[in-house]
Structures are given as structure tokens and as C-alpha cells.
């Protein structure tokens, strides 16, 4: 008898952590990391030229095209193809609670949008980002927050991780540990 599929879910808003943390707790598990905004970017990047999926245009207008229903629909339905087969980290907005409402382990990170907009820049710049680009990375994801809040969802059974004081790896250990427990039951 083979056992279940494991589905592990990350959630929170923009710049929260969600991919990168998602990606190394597959890397620890052996598990295979999908990326729901990256697809949300590539179908983005589609509609509007070909151009990088990181790109400021596609950033500007991903929110827009993954409120489409039936991008949302296409993208859903690839997540759960691929769960099927394989132990998956999935990341996004809203997949504890639309897409995998019964995965065995389900995550919601949060984190003051000033540590979020200094880790986006940390990461896009190479470099420690000064006070005001903070604060100006801050606001824009303070606005694509209020632009995604209907597709935020944290399912009420997800466990909240605030990251706004914890290492990378920190989160990660956290979230190791909480899924090692569920496979042991699975």
C-alpha cells in the first residue's frame, strides 16, 4: 500500500518570504517546490510581451491577471496535477484554503511590510538599502497588499509564522520540524 502524497502549504502577502522559504523546506524534505506565482507571472509576462517574469511591468500587473478566473482556474488545476504524483511545498496567496484545503501541513507567514520591503531590496539591490527606499518599497507593498487582500486567505487550521525578527533559517527549521511530525502520522 502506498502512502498519500504529502501537500505542505505557504501562504502570505507580497515579499513575505513565501518562495524562497517554500523552496529550501523542499530542498530539507526532499519534496518538490511549486511556485504558484511564478506561473501567475509567466501567464503575465505572456500577456504583455515577452520579458523577464521578475520585471517591474510584470510585478505591475500580475495582481490584475491572476484575479482572472480562469488563470486561476488553469494554474489551480496544474498545482493539484502535480501533487498527485509528488510530496509538494506549494506557495501563494491562498492555496491552504482554495486550492489544497485538506494538505496535511498548512504555513502562513507574515512580517511588517518595512522588513518585507528590506529583504525585497536586499535581494534585488545586493546591498543594504537606504531608509527611504525602504520606505518607498514599503508603500508599493502596502498597496499590492490592498490589491490582493481578497486572494490572501489564511485557512483557519494554517499555522501563523510571524518573520519579521527570524532568520531565514530560522522559519525554515520551524517549518521542518512541524513537517517532519505530520510525515511521521502520514
Known amino acids: 500500500m502506498s502512502r498519500s502524497k504529502v501537500v505542505i502549504t505557504i501562504d502570505g502577502p ?3 518570504g513565501k518562495s524562497s522559504t517554500a523552496a529550501w523546506v523542499a ?11 511564478l ?16 520585471s517591474p511591468e510584470v510585478t ?9 478566473p480562469a488563470v486561476r482556474a488553469s494554474v489551480n488545476a496544474e498545482l493539484r ?12 496567496r491562498d492555496i491552504g484554503c482554495v486550492v489544497f484545503p485538506d494538505a496535511q501541513l498548512k504555513i502562513f ?16 539591490l545586493g546591498r543594504i538599502p537606504a531608509d527611504g527606499e525602504i ?18 486567505l489564511q485557512a483557519p487550521d494554517a499555522v501563523l509564522i510571524d518573520t519579521t525578527c527570524l532568520t531565514q533559517e530560522d522559519q525554515v527549521q520551524r517549518i521542518v520540524a512541524l513537517a517532519s511530525a505530520i510525515q511521521s502520522r502520514v
Not at 27 to 37: I, K
Not at 81 to 92: L, Y
Open 27 to 37: 530542498r530539507e524534505l526532499g519534496f518538490r517546490h511549486l511556485d504558484s506565482g
Open 135 to 152: 520606505a518607498e518599497e514599503a508603500q508599493r507593498l502596502v498597496e499590492r497588499d490592498a490589491r490582493d487582500a481578497a486572494n490572501t
Open 109 to 124: 507567514l507574515i512580517a511588517d511590510a518595512s522588513e518585507r520591503a528590506r529583504r525585497r531590496l536586499y535581494q534585488r
Open 39 to 54: 506561473l501567475y507571472r509567466a501567464e503575465t509576462a505572456r500577456r504583455i510581451g515577452s520579458t523577464d517574469l521578475r
Open 60 to 68: 505591475a500587473a500580475v495582481s490584475e491577471v491572476a484575479r482572472v
Open 14 to 16: 507580497a515579499a513575505s
Open 81 to 92: 496535477r502535480i501533487a498527485e504524483t509528488d510530496d509538494v511545498v506549494v506557495d501563494g
